[in-house]
């Protein structure tokens, strides 16, 4: 059994670290809400863009997108969300995981037809671990989404896919569905899918928002704006993707702290009264000594 003195340096240990789990926790939880808010400030206009996009599909106009081509696989790239840091659970682990099972799958392409685009400094050191280039680093973005650098990664994405350098974009990451959900999803970006694009639209509709007359006058043409508007779709898309990660890394790392708070507690009570049962017993000890004693 542990002396007495290793016992309470063991209980004055896991205070500390209790103090830090618990600092951690409320950071995390401050980074959490103003991530909510981002996300609730932006998916307004997401879904109102989808919605204008899906209204000019379901008319009879007929047009043509370079970013809708579906054609054989011969070189993908791959979007892949981490956070820089850790202490968040499996948030990361899951992540690569998701990864190296994506890769299975595109194994027969070779790994110099797979590009991979690293979002956050845990995924960009398991890449390179698995062996592949990581194409540029994106640590920041990972940290503070912005739409600029969003938009320009977006806009990279899609001149590879136009200029045939690549013939497939997907997406994962983990999407924020509350405090103590986040979904890890693997999503096509390239080529888009109106279809999928359609169904987001109308899942996101509200049965109670006002309904507006959609009998458009479109100037030059429905087919020339459907064309306009995908780009945007696809930028957006990359930016809601970023702060939906970002958010579920704060959900996920606040979420972690709490039960290591919970656990210390329990170890700090369980430490405590192993304290008090050997301070007892070494009580007890020196009165039986103390009696003995006083009959010899």
Same mark, same amino acid.
């Given at each position: 059994?542990?002396?007495?003195?290793?016992?309470?340096?063991?209980?004055?240990?896991?205070?500390?670290?209790?103090?830090?789990?618990?600092? /951690?926790?409320?950071?995390?939880?401050?980074?959490?809400?103003?991530?909510?808010?981002?996300?609730?400030?932006?998916?307004?206009?997401?879904?109102?863009?989808?919605?204008?996009?899906?209204?000019?599909?379901?008319?009879?106009?007929?047009?043509?997108?370079?970013?809708?081509?579906?054609?054989?696989?011969?070189?993908?790239?791959?979007?892949?969300?981490?956070?820089?840091?850790?202490?968040?659970?499996?948030?990361?682990?899951?992540?690569?995981?998701?990864?190296?099972?994506?890769?299975?799958?595109?194994?027969?392409?070779?790994?110099?037809?797979?590009?991979?685009?690293? =979002?956050?400094?845990?995924?960009?050191?398991? =890449?390179?671990?698995?062996?592949?280039?990581?194409?540029?680093?994106?640590?920041? /973005?990972?940290?503070?989404?912005?739409? =600029?650098?969003?938009?320009?990664?977006?806009?990279?994405?899609?001149?590879?896919?136009?200029?045939?350098?690549?013939?497939?974009?997907? &997406?994962?990451?983990?999407?924020?569905?509350?405090?103590?959900?986040?979904?890890?999803?693997?999503?096509?970006? &390239?080529?888009?899918?109106?279809?999928?694009?359609?169904?987001?639209?109308?899942?996101? =509709?509200?049965?109670?928002?006002?309904?507006?007359?959609?009998?458009?006058?479109?100037?030059?043409?429905?087919?020339?704006?459907?064309?306009?508007?995908?780009?945007?779709?696809?930028?957006?898309?990359?930016?809601?993707?970023?702060?939906?990660?970002?958010?579920?890394?704060?959900?996920?790392?606040?979420?972690?702290?709490?039960?290591?708070?919970?656990?210390?507690?329990?170890?700090?009570?369980?430490?405590?009264?192993?304290?008090?049962?050997?301070?007892?017993?070494?009580?007890?000890?020196?009165?039986?000594?103390?009696?003995?004693?006083?009959?010899?």
């Amino acid at each position: 059994m542990a002396s007495l003195k290793e016992v309470k340096n063991r209980i004055s240990s896991v205070k500390s670290t209790r103090q830090i789990t618990s600092a /951690m926790k409320m950071v995390a939880s401050a980074k959490l809400h103003k991530a909510q808010e981002r996300v609730e400030n932006m998916l307004p206009y997401q879904q109102k863009l989808n919605e204008i996009l899906t209204n000019f599909l379901r008319t009879d106009a007929t047009f043509e997108s370079p970013y809708t081509d579906v054609r054989p696989l011969s070189k993908v790239a791959i979007v892949v969300l981490s956070s820089n840091s850790s202490l968040c659970g499996a948030y990361n682990s899951n992540v690569v995981k998701m990864l190296e099972y994506s890769l299975a799958n595109y194994q027969s392409l070779g790994k110099e037809n797979i590009m991979i685009y690293p =979002v956050g400094k845990k995924v960009e050191e398991a =890449v390179t671990k698995l062996g592949y280039l990581p194409q540029g680093s994106y640590q920041v /973005m990972a940290d503070k989404p912005s739409y =600029v650098e969003a938009y320009k990664l977006a806009g990279k994405l899609m001149e590879e896919f136009v200029e045939k350098r690549i013939d497939h974009v997907e &997406l994962i990451y983990h999407h924020f569905k509350s405090m103590g959900s986040q979904v890890l999803l693997r999503e096509n970006y &390239l080529p888009i899918d109106l279809i999928q694009v359609a169904e987001e639209a109308a899942e996101n =509709v509200s049965e109670n928002a006002p309904h507006f007359n959609n009998d458009y006058i479109v100037e030059p043409s429905v087919g020339e704006l459907i064309a306009e508007l995908l780009p945007k779709v696809l930028s957006q898309k990359i930016f809601t993707v970023l702060l939906d990660s970002n958010t579920s890394e704060h959900a996920a790392r606040t979420l972690a702290m709490q039960l290591a708070t919970d656990n210390a507690n329990e170890l700090i009570q369980d430490l405590t009264k192993q304290y008090n049962k050997s301070r007892q017993q070494a009580i007890t000890n020196e009165l039986l000594d103390i009696i003995g004693g006083s009959f010899k």
